[in-house]
């Protein structure tokens, strides 16, 4: 049967015009014009970094010019369910559509999952086992019938870890990956991206026609696009993506079971239809996955957006950046221990904190006088770093070149064309981590870390800087918040906080992993040749940046978005344990 309609309608929104912008007065060097224009406030202006000196050279500067052709409205997408309550929200005048999440909706999960009498989850990776538990534990108090069955190859380590939560061969929710897909009405695909990347054709004719195939991440459309190739046209294709590693999906949906949820916000996508099923089917399994809310996206805006934010803020920015202060901070004769305080310590505890609940403004307006000259100093300086290599790694992601080396590299990890395996090494075992081993074995409980403005600014700075590529890639504010702020705060640096950035960085999804290794070292050497080059040459403030951080509509946005967020925040033990199955053994 050839494919529907998708149930979800792109349309584009009217973005704001702009009037004359005016150039800062400071002296700039050349730098290409990457055409954006800010949206920050009502008088748009161009923003120039500056520096000090003649004009030249390697220093930095960039020019935010108006560009037509360059900007794009924020995608807006709409969408039809017969089953769940779909509300609209206004994010910086934006109108978006979602759908609330709750423990009682748990009783229309039957309905959502009408024709389903199998689901089958494919892997035990990173979201497997937090996805598969969430499934059915939210089918059993929902008194359905619906299955949900692991797959996995034959001779897996993770057959054990599988059986130790309640999944067996004898009661049916247990088995063999190709068996399991062939008999399952939705097959939830949840191994590895280079894995998918190198067995769709097989899993693909071991779906049942009319079936559904679910993914937690585009990255197998950007793959299939990359050779000219789509999906079969006789199963349905939809997405829900949580906002966070497995583990805190896990987590928080364990925390909300006495509060009518908790969990981690999701994304979902209709990319295939066949009997217009699949849209009440996508947020039937987000609202089981306990997400506080579900907003829609494309297949396509998905894996761009996710793929970046990984090598981006949510783990490959993060991990140079501090890498660099750290780095900073001892050689100007600051300890050890306070270097990685004032670094890590401050990055995943109280500045999270203090984003998830109270925004980013409140970062600043938390510091001295002299701590926001800091903060200023830190943020005027590192903001275009920051974006100039983020603006190089969503053209490269768009371009399918990222998704390209994921699946050669995975490729790599074995013995071929008689040259050696190369798996990924641990970064674990360096100075600055091995002090961290040391601060977290004395920190108090409870310590969030100190808050230091440099670090602070630069944080900051990384944060906008990402916010404002996917704004003028046409993101919508659902998935630019979602992707930049929520699952960072809320998921990703509270467990960076118990274990540090590194056993992250060791221990999350192998294209995340992949991505950190190659795009941390950049972030890295461009604050420490760029920023702070400029910082020590006493460059100027960009006033014209500051201020249009303040007058961000984003903040408006983040706002609302708190409002939806989950009403505890996620706790996670000194000694949470989430690495992946297929790691235990080698560390």
């Known amino acids: 049967m050839a494919a529907a309609t998708s149930s979800i309608a792109p349309s584009l929104s009217c973005s704001s015009s702009s009037k004359a912008l005016r150039s800062s007065k400071a002296s700039t060097f050349a730098f290409p014009n990457i055409g954006f224009i800010s949206s920050a406030s009502k008088s748009l202006r161009s923003l120039t970094a500056t520096v000090s000196g003649n004009g030249t050279g390697s220093s930095l500067s960039a020019r935010m010019v108006a560009s037509s052709s360059a900007v794009r409205a924020p995608l807006s997408l709409d969408f039809e369910t017969s089953v769940f309550k779909k509300e609209k929200v206004s994010l910086a005048g934006h109108e978006e559509y979602i759908v609330r999440g709750g423990r009682d909706l748990f009783k229309h999960l039957p309905d959502a999952f009408k024709g389903i009498k199998q689901i089958g989850v494919i892997g035990w990776g990173s979201q497997g086992p937090a996805q598969a538990q969430n499934l059915r534990d939210s089918l059993v108090e929902a008194k359905s019938d619906i299955v949900v069955k692991i797959g996995l190859r034959k001779g897996s380590s993770s057959f054990e870890e599988a059986r130790a939560v309640g999944f067996t061969e004898e009661t049916g929710t247990l088995g063999d990956i190709w068996e399991t897909i062939s008999s399952s009405d939705l097959v939830l695909l949840l191994i590895s991206d280079a894995a998918q990347a190198d067995n769709y054709e097989k899993i693909f004719s071991h779906m049942k026609p009319n079936s559904i195939l679910g993914l937690s991440h585009g990255f197998l459309l950007g793959h299939l696009q990359s050779m000219g190739l789509d999906f079969p046209k006789n199963i349905s294709v939809v997405a829900v993506c949580p906002k966070g590693m497995g583990p805190s999906v896990r987590r928080l949906y364990v925390q909300g079971k006495e509060i009518n949820g908790a969990g981690i916000n999701a994304s979902f996508a209709v990319h295939q239809d066949v009997d217009g099923r699949a849209a009440d ?26 793929i970046f934010g990984e090598r981006g803020i949510l783990l490959g920015a993060v991990h140079g950046i501090v890498e660099s202060l750290f780095r900073r901070y001892t050689e100007n004769g600051m300890s050890e221990d306070l270097a990685y305080k004032n670094t890590v310590e401050c990055i995943t505890g109280t ?10 403004l409140a970062v600043y307006n938390s510091l001295s006088e002299e701590g926001k000259k800091d903060f200023e100093t830190a943020y005027s300086a590192s903001f275009y770093p920051c974006m100039e290599i983020l603006y190089e790694c969503y053209e490269d992601v768009a371009a399918g070149s990222e998704i390209r080396s994921v699946v050669l590299a995975g490729r790599r990890f074995y013995d071929k064309e008689g040259l050696p395996a190369f798996p990924m090494g641990k970064i674990d075992q360096t100075r600055m981590w091995k002090v961290g081993e040391r601060v977290r074995k004395s920190r108090p409980a409870g310590d969030l870390g100190p808050l230091y403005p440099f670090t602070a600014g630069v944080y900051v700075a990384l944060m906008m800087a990402q916010i404002e590529i996917l704004r003028k890639k046409g993101h919508s504010y659902s998935e630019i918040i979602n992707e930049s702020v929520i699952e960072s705060v809320d998921s990703l640096n509270p467990f960076m906080h118990a274990r540090g950035v590194s056993f992250m960085v060791d221990n999350c999804s192998t294209t995340a992993r992949l991505g950190s290794r190659k795009w941390a070292p950049r972030f890295d050497y461009n604050l420490t040749q760029q920023a702070l080059v400029a910082v020590d040459n006493g460059a100027p403030i960009n006033k014209d940046l500051i201020s249009n951080f303040f007058a961000d509509p984003v903040h408006g946005a983040i706002e609302v978005c708190a409002q939806l967020r989950p009403t505890v925040d996620i706790s996670v033990p000194e000694d949470a344990d989430f690495v992946r199955p297929e790691l235990r053994q080698s560390n």
Do not use: C, H, N
């Open 281 to 306: 089917v996508a947020l039937g399994w987000s609202v089981a996955l306990g997400s506080p809310f579900t907003f829609a996206t494309t297949l396509e805006q998905e894996y761009k957006s996710d």
């Open 351 to 360: 500045i999270s904190r203090t984003i998830s609940t109270q925004g980013m």
